[in-house]
């Protein structure tokens, strides 16, 4: 019996012993947070800690960060005002169930603020990111204390709402970091503005610079880029408790991250690249420069493909001409014909991001017509359409003031009527039925003999064709073998027909007309399935001929990189002969850097995008694709960029395919642009892959610098760019070479080991020069790099002896090599 009470009492101590110990560690974890501890959430995605922004700033903050990834990706800071300057700091919770920031002897400098009451409150993290704190036990989200995704910083993450809590009076916005080392409040702003109706706006300290627009069912009215994904999903809530916007990853082990950037106040969306070990730009609500808020002023519109970019709507005129003449358009636009109230009716305009609606009155359960009639009674409605475009359409959206911010959308625009004087609705029905009367005389003057001549037509069409055929297959174009000399594997290349391509551009509108270079013009088109391609036309007078459109057929066919520009197809007839690309809307590298005010779309991030872009499509060309290719024409000019301005390499009309363990080559007819071409195949017709990166280390220093190295002069000294970088590296004053528009956007580690990079790439000796693969590994890392040896051709006197050689060897019949050298321009 004695030794059983002994048992008994042991175990008694032991099950104690394990209880404090449980206990303590509970306190320790949701009571005291010190500067050398934190706490990870249940599923080891999130940390809760103290931390110092960039690992190098004195100041800490307590904040919230992803877990197992490398460095810091802070998605959430409580004392973002207040930094705290030592190691004093603690997180503690209340009875009250308040998160409690203290410093030194007790001084607070930040807490929750929480007034519920409460019982045994503790403060948990997560696993979605989210630090709440809670009765303990209940785990019903509704009845959280506190909750850290009602107070989010710069970091919009699943599961988040951003909008308003009408019952509480709680707004939920982001506001940026205001440096990369201090995470205080900065400039911008993203939130749902509530007057009116709601819309997604950004707002630089209180001025409205962008409006994502209002929520059609679908998505936000500007916004046509947020479609259904493999990624994601997305919603926006509107009720009377609440309204917000928010989305949901599909797949709970992608990790993606949405935030405002304070130096242009651009909201984009990150996903986490696991190969890379890196995040990537995924998107951008933001497209271009018609995101402007108010660009057009009242009654404009705006279209990014038309020049000047704004234009009144139908009816309406500038308001101050000589201001628009002066591509001022802040005066916006008025009506040609002022409305009376009795007898006005509405123009449909269609395809159009729906004006800003903080004037403006909805209801979800009227239809179109009651929302016409609704407004008709009233003279002070200007407009109305469709509150929810879903399944043909409800709701009931009206403006009572002037129409602002309006553009026109190749896709997922909408359809809004604007109130109109009654002469301009009786000059709409008077076309309307002129337009029928034509109609019904088209089709009694042809349906008969149409019918008549259907047969006829039919076996003409049949003969056409087989004429076709064989006028291809005699040109040699069409046979797919003749572009590869194996003819064992045919390109899977479409063909498209001539009356195609001609409806596509508008019969090759002027207004469609996007350039012009030495392979010919090049016209915007636009399929009937809405696809947007770019044709570039053979001219007859082009500088290339039949070789360089097979060559750029045959190279870029059945490459498929995300930094390739995508060759969609080709159209031969006749004397015609183009190739039909996708469609890059914003035009090419060479268009941003070089223009003053262009120049200051692009800034550091987009640069440095871009330059990593441009190096990973190159690695693939050089090492992963099926051929090794050189392209030997890279310049500025030939890197395009799509909507998220990612670049796209394009124009492979003069590359060269390597196969087996082949290097290098030599040519008698040396073609590209002077101030890119490396120094051994601008004197001796070799190319080899590293050509192709000399012409990408020019590339690299002149979007650091945003100077062409063709034509660069300094009034201390007549080198050219790569001379003046080389300098200014060996005296340690690389920073002077940073475009002075990119202020204060630019990560200084990045801009000067870019810049080391480039120098390495233009060095005067090809084994000198990295290969692609290195270049791709040192932009990404953040090692020692090798000092850069002497640039070839650093002074602009090189390049003038050059060509004058060139084209003196060029019409000398003695010259010692035969070297020709044609220069064409960017196309």
Same mark, same amino acid.
């Given at each position: ?67 197992? @990834? ?11 005002? %207040? ?134 069912? /679908? ?26 916007? #928010? ?56 279209? %990014? ?50 004006? &800003? ?29 469709? @509150? ?39 000059? &709409? ?47 040699? %174009? ?110 090419? /590298? ?40 050189? #392209? ?7 890197? /395009? ?59 690299? @220093? ?19 760019? /790569? ?15 940073? &475009? ?61 002896? @050059? ?7 060029? #019409? ?16």
């Amino acid at each position: 019996m004695e030794r059983l009470c002994k048992f008994l009492t042991f175990c008694f101590y032991l099950l104690l012993i394990t209880a404090i110990s449980t206990v303590a560690d509970t306190l320790n974890i949701t009571r005291s947070i010190r500067d050398d501890d934190g706490l990870v959430s249940a599923g080891g995605s999130f940390r809760l800690g103290f931390f110092s922004p960039l690992g190098t700033s004195k100041n800490k903050y307590l904040g919230i960060w992803y877990n197992n @990834l490398p460095g810091q990706t802070v998605v959430w800071v409580a004392n973002r005002e %207040i930094p705290i300057t030592d190691s004093s700091g603690v997180l503690r919770i209340s009875d009250q169930g308040m998160l409690v920031l203290t410093v030194g002897n007790g001084s607070i400098i930040w807490s929750s603020n929480s007034t519920r009451a409460s019982r045994n409150p503790i403060a948990q993290l997560l696993d979605s990111g989210n630090l709440v704190v809670k009765n303990e036990g209940d785990d019903n989200p509704e009845n959280y204390l506190w909750q850290s995704f009602d107070y989010p910083t710069d970091t919009f993450l699943p599961g988040m709402k951003l909008g308003w809590n009408r019952e509480k009076g709680l707004g939920r916005y982001l506001t940026p970091w205001k440096t990369s080392d201090n995470p205080a409040r900065g400039n911008f702003s993203c939130g749902v503005d509530a007057a009116g109706y709601p819309q997604l706006v950004v707002r630089k300290n209180s001025k409205l610079v962008f409006r994502a627009g209002s929520w059609n069912g /679908l998505r936000f009215s500007g916004a046509p880029g947020l479609k259904p994904n493999s990624i994601y999903t997305f919603g926006f809530v509107l009720n009377e408790k609440e309204l917000y916007y #928010h989305y949901e990853l599909r797949n709970s082990s992608l990790l993606s991250r949405s935030m405002i950037n304070n130096v242009n106040g651009l909201f984009q969306r990150f996903l986490w690249n696991e190969q890379t070990r890196e995040w990537r730009l995924y998107s951008t609500v933001q497209m271009d420069n018609c995101d402007q808020y108010a660009l057009c002023g009242s009654y404009g519109s705006c279209n %990014i493909n038309n020049s000047p970019t704004c234009s009144c709507l139908e009816g309406f005129e500038p308001k101050v001409p000589k201001e628009w003449d002066t591509v001022d358009w802040s005066s916006g636009c008025v009506r040609k014909i002022p409305l009376n109230c009795a007898g006005d009716g509405f123009r449909r305009y269609s395809a159009v991001k729906l004006p &800003d609606t903080q004037k403006s009155w909805y209801n979800k359960s009227m239809n179109l017509e009651e929302c016409r009639t609704m407004c008709l009674k009233n003279c002070s409605c200007i407009a109305y359409t469709n @509150l929810d475009i879903r399944g043909g359409g409800s709701g009931c959206l009206i403006w009572y003031d002037d129409l602002l911010d309006t553009r026109h959308l190749d896709e997922n625009g909408q359809d809004i009527y604007i109130r109109m004087a009654a002469s301009e609705i009786a000059f &709409d029905e008077n076309m309307k039925t002129k337009s029928k009367s034509n109609k019904t005389r088209i089709i009694l003057s042809t349906v008969l003999p149409a019918g008549m001549l259907l047969l006829g037509l039919t076996m003409l069409v049949c003969l056409w064709k087989k004429k076709q055929q064989k006028h291809r297959i005699k040109t040699g %174009i069409v046979d797919r073998n003749a572009y590869d000399n194996t003819k064992e594997e045919e390109l899977e290349l479409p063909l498209f027909d001539f009356n195609t391509i001609a409806s596509a551009t508008d019969n090759f509108s002027i207004n469609n007309k996007l350039g012009e270079g030495g392979f010919g013009p090049v016209f915007k088109g636009t399929l009937k399935d809405g696809q947007e391609i770019a044709v570039k036309r053979l001219s007859k007078n082009s500088n290339q001929g039949l070789n360089e459109f097979k060559n750029e057929v045959m190279h870029i066919a059945k490459l498929q990189h995300r930094n390739l520009v995508k060759l969609l197809g080709c159209c031969i007839e006749s004397e015609e002969k183009m190739l039909v690309y996708e469609f890059m809307p914003n035009t090419s /590298l060479d268009c941003f850097l070089f223009d003053e005010k262009q120049s200051k779309l692009l800034d550091w991030p987009a640069r440095y995008q871009i330059i990593n872009g441009i190096a990973r499509g190159l690695l693939y060309l050089h090492q992963d694709s099926r051929l090794r290719i050189i #392209h030997r024409d890279l310049k500025a000019g030939n890197m /395009l960029l799509d909507y998220e301005m990612n670049p796209k390499i394009s124009d492979f009309g003069l590359a060269r395919s390597f196969g087996g363990n082949e290097t290098e080559a030599n040519t008698n007819k040396v073609v590209g642009t002077y101030g890119y071409m490396s120094p051994e195949y601008a004197i001796e017709g070799i190319y080899s892959v590293k050509s192709d990166v000399f012409s990408f280390g020019v590339i690299v @220093l002149e979007i650091v610098s945003g100077k062409r190295n063709r034509g660069f002069s300094h009034e201390d000294h007549d080198l050219n760019l /790569l001379g003046h970088a080389w300098q200014l590296h060996k005296e340690g004053r690389s920073i002077e070479l940073i &475009d002075t528009s990119l202020r204060n956007s630019y990560n200084l580690s990045e801009v000067l080991r870019s810049v080391h990079v480039g120098l390495l790439c233009v060095q005067g000796s090809i084994e000198d020069r990295p290969s692609m693969s290195a270049v791709v590994y040192m932009l990404g890392s953040e090692g020692a790099l090798p000092e850069p040896k002497l640039p070839g051709f650093f002074t602009e006197r090189d390049l003038i002896e @050059l060509e004058a050689n060139s084209t003196t060897r060029k #019409h000398t019949a003695s010259s010692t090599n035969g070297l020709t050298i044609t220069v064409l321009d960017a196309r």
